[in-house]
């Protein structure tokens, strides 16, 4: 081989590591692409809920109120009976299996919301409004176009009697979509309708406040004492190892761990943050350890002999110099650990918090759900409606990664660039 | 080694012998330095004269592997003893570091720091004035009173080692230790920290450790030749560069060998 043709080689042979190269980012970004564009295909359609328009005309005499301003009364009339008499007779049946057809199509909340609405506007009494009320998760399927409805009666959730009142509706102009504020508010429910991560979200910012407040002083802790004053021998050695191979156990053995001590021994409430948190933090505690070190590493000695030459005690050196220098490194690894406890599910299945939780929770002691947890739940749920909530609440957990990630990069470089 | 009577030693070291580990780095240095006066430490890399500078004010205690035996006094206490408060120490001694290593803080922050923990300044008019004393007999003043809120670390190099000077005497030691303080700098920096430890010397004792034999022989009044750990000659650098009474310090000064 000459010289020229050595060369050609080498030449063609970074063109095509080059070509390895871009092959493999495009599949990566492919399969971020298919997952992105799954999720969103499915969720973004619980953003949304299909209402039906039906005149209502608030009867004292049927509610059975004589006293407007009794509140015991209001409170307690008979919503029920109002909404039901008045909505079967928006669609002509003939029998009692047509009339429970007809009821069927809204959600088994509408008692409460015409209650609701009816307390915010005691004026309306006698009179006839148009009502909004949620439609049920069948109905709001087939709005939203995700039943087919060439397949045959005996396959469908909806029978040829319901289709009809859905054309008859829609062409009445009595179907309405708005925007599905109770995704946002609500707690879980047996009704997708009904069903929002509000719960899910409240009891993951707990998880998390409950995690940072315990693992973040303590693997600072922890991290300072190593690298800055313990001895270096065998057992620190050890410990260095230990930590390392800490931060490699499986989720799950947490949450053995969680359930075994701190619900059997210590008996702390059941499926609760503060459980959750505290088995969240076990397992995040190694994962801001190991960044905080290598931050406090990698503060020059340089600026420890400048602090200990005028005069600074080591404490003083630790605390006035190395551990602000290694505090964005710090931060972010922090923010990162949280952000994968914050996406962890195994260990709380195990501490209970994969219960069906309908409330949301006030503090870190009420039981509540996770936001990982409720995509496992909702995904094992068979009704439609929970296919595109587990997708919503999968794009409110990426959402929040994100947003957390980001900080973590924002963190770094805001605080590093300061000085140079 | 002759001792002038009007001379009064302000650190003395006897028998001061130093491991790192099994190496042996320094063996049985005795030596004398004198209050007002700069004395170099000059030597081949390696030959210990960092090592033994940074016995002067108990640096090596960081390093966990290093063992120091013998005495080092100053002002006639071994400050090697147990009772020594380190931080006392080295309040009294202060050092300038080869590499300039300003705080990332501000220029004013670099100067205070060393007076707030040792609680010199009773209030911000005090803080004041030290940081404006201390950058002035640093002879860095000029060049930075008008930022003094700017990060030290945008200073160039020169004046880095300048603020790192203004910081070791703004809690008004007795030693000032330099451990080659140009190494890192231009000739033009060099010439001007020279000069500030010229005029430094009337207020303090100064130890100078530097590679450049013109620098030793400019800036200090006496030196000591340092080779494989031991203390070969020591005494005034007018001897020391013109009439050595060692045939292996004639050889280093003369550039025959290090």
């Given at each position: ?5 050595r060369?050609?080689k080498r ?5 095509r590591?080059q070509?390895y190269?871009?092959?493999a ?5 492919f399969f971020?692409?298919?997952l ?9 359609s619980?953003?949304?809920?299909t209402m ?11 509610l059975?109120?004589?006293?407007i301003n009794d509140?015991?009364e209001?409170?307690n009339?008979?919503y029920?009976?109002l909404?039901y008499?008045?909505?079967i007779?928006s669609y002509?049946y ?6 429970k057809?007809i009821?069927k199509l809204?959600?088994?909340d509408?008692e409460?919301?015409?209650k609701?609405?009816f307390?915010?506007n005691?004026?309306?009494l ?13 109905f709001?399927?087939l709005?939203?176009g995700n039943f087919p409805?060439?397949?045959p009666?005996e396959?469908r ?6 289709l ?5 509706f829609?062409k ?20 997708p309708?009904l069903?929002?991560f509000?719960?899910?979200?409240l009891?993951s ?5 409950v995690c940072?407040?315990i693992?973040f ?5 922890a ?5 800055e ?8 050695d ?9 931060a490699a156990?499986?989720?799950i053995?947490?949450?053995?761990l ?5 619900l059997?021994?210590?008996e702390?409430?059941r499926s ?7 088995t969240?933090a076990l ?6 350890i190991i960044?905080?070190?290598?931050s406090l ?10 602090a200990?030459?005028?005069?600074a005690?080591r404490v ?6 190395v551990?602000p220098?290694?505090?964005?490194g ?7 650990g949280?952000a994968?406890a914050?996406?962890?599910t195994?260990?709380l ?11 949301i929770?006030?503090?870190?002691l009420?039981p509540s759900a996770?936001?990982?947890v409720?995509?496992?739940l ?15 609440t ?8 994100i947003?957390m ?9 805001k605080?590093?660039r300061?000085?140079? | 080694m ?6 009064e030693?302000k650190v003395?070291?006897k028998?001061?012998n130093v491991?790192?580990?099994h190496?042996?780095a ?6 004398e ?5 700069v004395?170099a430490?000059?030597?081949p ?20 592997i290093?063992k120091?035996d ?10 090697y003893?147990?009772d020594?408060?380190?931080?006392r120490?080295?309040?009294?001694v ?12 501000s220029?004013y922050d670099n100067?205070a720091?060393g007076?707030?923990?040792?609680g010199i ?5 005090e803080m ?14 000029n060049?930075?009173?008008?930022r ?5 670390t ?7 080692q300048?603020?790192?000077?203004a910081r070791?005497?703004s809690?008004?030691?007795?030693i000032?230790l330099?451990?080659?303080p ?10 001007k920290?020279?000069e500030?430890i ?17 620098q030793?022989a400019r800036?200090?009044q ?8 031991k203390l070969i000659e020591?005494g ?15 050889d280093y000064?003369?550039g025959r060998?290090?």
């Amino acid at each position: 081989m000459n010289k020229e043709q050595r060369r050609k080689k080498r030449y063609q042979a970074e063109k095509r590591f080059q070509a390895y190269g871009i092959v493999a980012i495009s599949l990566a970004l492919f399969f971020v692409g298919l997952l992105v564009f799954k999720v969103f295909s499915d969720g973004t359609s619980a953003f949304s809920r299909t209402m039906i328009k039906v005149p209502i005309t608030f009867d004292a005499d049927k509610l059975g109120i004589t006293n407007i301003n009794d509140k015991d009364e209001v409170e307690n009339a008979d919503y029920f009976t109002l909404v039901y008499e008045q909505f079967i007779k928006s669609y002509p049946y003939s029998n009692d299996k047509e009339e429970k057809q007809i009821i069927k199509l809204l959600s088994p909340d509408y008692e409460f919301e015409a209650k609701n609405y009816f307390l915010k506007n005691k004026d309306k009494l006698g009179k006839t409004v148009s009502l909004l009320l949620t439609a049920s998760d069948d109905f709001d399927q087939l709005h939203k176009g995700n039943f087919p409805r060439n397949i045959p009666e005996e396959r469908r959730r909806l029978s040829n009697y319901q289709l009809g009142i859905y054309d008859q509706f829609l062409k009445e102009g009595k179907i309405e979509k708005i925007f599905n504020n109770y995704l946002f508010s609500k707690g879980d429910s047996r009704d997708p309708e009904l069903a929002g991560f509000g719960g899910a979200i409240l009891g993951s910012f707990f998880s998390i406040l409950v995690c940072l407040l315990i693992s973040f002083p303590i693997a600072l802790a922890a991290a300072v004492y190593l690298e800055e004053f313990a001895p270096k021998n065998k057992l620190t050695d050890l410990i260095e190892i230990n930590i390392n191979n800490l931060a490699a156990v499986p989720s799950i053995v947490f949450g053995l761990l969680g359930l075994g001590v701190l619900l059997n021994v210590f008996e702390l409430p059941r499926s609760t943050a503060l459980v959750g948190g505290i088995t969240l933090a076990l397992m995040t505690l190694p994962r801001i350890i190991i960044p905080a070190r290598a931050s406090l590493k990698a503060v020059p000695p340089s600026i420890r002999e400048g602090a200990l030459a005028v005069g600074a005690s080591r404490v003083q050196t630790v605390f006035h110099h190395v551990v602000p220098l290694a505090m964005p490194g710090t931060l972010s690894g922090t923010i990162i650990g949280l952000a994968q406890a914050l996406g962890e599910t195994a260990p709380l299945l195990l501490i209970g918090m994969v219960a069906f939780v309908v409330e949301i929770p006030g503090s870190p002691l009420d039981p509540s759900a996770s936001l990982p947890v409720q995509v496992y739940l909702w995904s094992e749920s068979a009704e439609r409606g929970f296919v595109e909530k587990t997708s919503a609440t999968i794009m409110m957990l990426l959402g929040f990664l994100i947003v957390m990630n980001s900080l973590a990069v924002y963190a770094r470089q805001k605080f590093e660039r300061k000085w140079n | 080694m002759e001792l002038k009577s009007n001379k009064e030693p302000k650190v003395i070291s006897k028998n001061v012998n130093v491991f790192y580990g099994h190496k042996q780095a320094l063996f049985d240095v005795n030596l004398e330095i004198f209050k007002n006066e700069v004395t170099a430490l000059i030597g081949p890399s390696g030959c210990g004269k960092s090592t033994f500078l940074r016995c002067i004010n108990r640096m090596n205690d960081v390093i966990e592997i290093c063992k120091i035996d013998g005495e080092v006094e100053i002002d006639g206490f071994n400050i090697y003893n147990k009772d020594v408060d380190v931080v006392r120490l080295r309040e009294k001694v202060g050092m300038v570091f080869q590499k300039p290593n300003p705080f990332p803080k501000s220029i004013y922050d670099n100067i205070a720091y060393g007076p707030s923990i040792h609680g010199i300044a009773k209030n911000k008019v005090e803080m004041d004035e030290i940081v404006e004393t201390s950058l002035k007999r640093a002879a860095l003043w000029n060049e930075v009173k008008d930022r003094l809120d700017e990060p030290g670390t945008g200073l160039s190099g020169g004046q880095q080692q300048r603020l790192c000077i203004a910081r070791a005497i703004s809690i008004n030691p007795e030693i000032i230790l330099m451990d080659e303080p140009c190494s890192a700098l231009d000739p033009i920096a060099t010439a001007k920290i020279e000069e500030l430890i010229d005029s430094l010397k009337t207020s303090f004792t100064i130890v100078i450790v530097t590679h450049s034999m013109s620098q030793a022989a400019r800036v200090s009044q006496r030196t000591g030749f340092f080779h494989l750990g031991k203390l070969i000659e020591m005494g005034d650098t007018e001897k020391i560069f013109k009439n050595p009474n060692n045939t292996m310090t004639q050889d280093y000064i003369t550039g025959r060998f290090g």
